[in-house]
Nanobody
Framework: QVQLVESGGGLVQPGGSLRLSCAASGTPFGFATMGWYRQAPGKQRELVARITSGGSTIYADSVKGRFTISRDNAKNTVYLQMNSLKPEDTAVYYC????????WGQGTQVTVSS
């Protein structure tokens, strides 16, 4: 059974930065395209960024140029570096395999507020 554990969220002022981590266990990780998703209150979960096993990346327009997704296959971990944060980035952030989901983790709360 795959377990995903997200961490690194918190409260940050607009313009600040956070680095999220997601550790996967229970499965070979390196073959999977992984994504970071977020869900704001009252909104549907949306894909923020994804990274293939080879390191190719795609970003949602809303975060392009501000967020960077990366992975360390040896550590079964995917990261999301978030810079120039905006209040509209406030959400619970989750990682998961792209398109064909494993069980969702608990997520990590990111709050951008002054």
């Amino acid at each position: 059974q795959v377990q995903l554990v997200e961490s690194g969220g918190g409260l940050v002022q607009p313009g600040g930065s956070l680095r999220l981590s997601c550790a996967a266990s229970g499965t070979p990780f390196g073959f999977a395209t992984m994504g970071w998703y977020r869900q704001a209150p009252g909104k549907q979960r949306e894909l923020v960024a994804r990274i293939t096993s080879g390191g190719s990346t795609i970003y949602a327009d809303s975060v392009k140029g501000r967020f960077t997704i990366s992975r360390d296959n040896a550590k079964n971990t995917v990261y999301l570096q978030m810079n120039s944060l905006k209040p509209e980035d406030t959400a619970v952030y989750y990682c998961n395999r792209f398109a064909t989901y494993w069980a969702w983790g608990q997520g990590t709360q990111v709050t951008v507020s002054s």
